[in-house]
Structure formats: C-alpha cells, structure tokens
C-alpha cells in the first residue's frame, strides 16, 4: 500500500503563490507517473498538471504558463508551484499517483482557497 500526503494548502490573495507537496511513502519512480488535480464544489475532478516517469510534464490550459509541476527524487516527494493564482483556482488539490500494476493511488486533498 502507498500513502500520498499532501500539505502547503490554505488562504491567499489572487496573484499570490503557494507551493503544494505531495510526499510518497515509497519511491516515487516505481509509478508511470504523478499528478495533481483539483476539484471544485460542484464540479468534476480536473487534471492540472502531470509528470511522467521521464520527466515529461503536462498541464491543462487553465494554469499554463502560471503552475509548475516538479519532483525530488530524493525526498520522493512531487511540488506543485502555483503563481498568480486566480479566484477560479479555488478547489481542493489532489496528489495522484499512476501506479503500472495497481489501481491509482490518490492523497487526502488539500484545500486552496484564493480570495481577497
């Protein structure tokens, strides 16, 4: 079984930065790949950004440009940086981890909240 903790949530004022982290109980290279994904109330789960096994990241449209997804290896832990973030923003963020044998393993959430 892998745990995925998230942290680094909370308040902040648009055009402002968080950086969430997703820690991995087990090495984060035995997955094809990592992601986040947020969901807002009354809405569907979306994917935000995502890194492959290789490196290879993905974003959606709405915060290209504005998020960058990232990783230690070391620590293995995947970061997602959020810049001048928007009151759309707002949603609860989830870390999910594509494992190649088992069913996707997903975090807790945390909640970002953008708002002046």
């Known amino acids: 079984q892998v745990q995925l903790m998230e942290s680094g949530g909370g308040l902040v004022q648009p055009g402002g930065s968080l950086r969430l982290s997703c820690a991995a109980s087990r090495n984060i290279f035995i997955f094809n790949s990592m992601a986040w994904y947020r969901q807002a109330p009354g809405k569907e789960r979306e994917l935000v950004a995502g890194?492959?096994?290789?490196?290879?990241?993905n974003y959606a449209d709405s915060v290209k440009g504005r998020f960058t997804i990232s990783r230690a290896s070391a620590k293995n832990t995947v970061y997602l940086q959020m810049n001048s973030l928007k009151p759309e923003d707002t949603a609860v963020y989830y870390c999910?981890?594509?494992?190649?044998?088992?069913?996707?393993?997903w975090g807790q959430g945390t909640q970002v909240t953008v708002s002046s």
């Open positions: 999910n981890a594509d494992d190649p044998i088992q069913s996707p393993y």
């Open positions: 890194i492959t096994r290789g490196g290879i990241t």
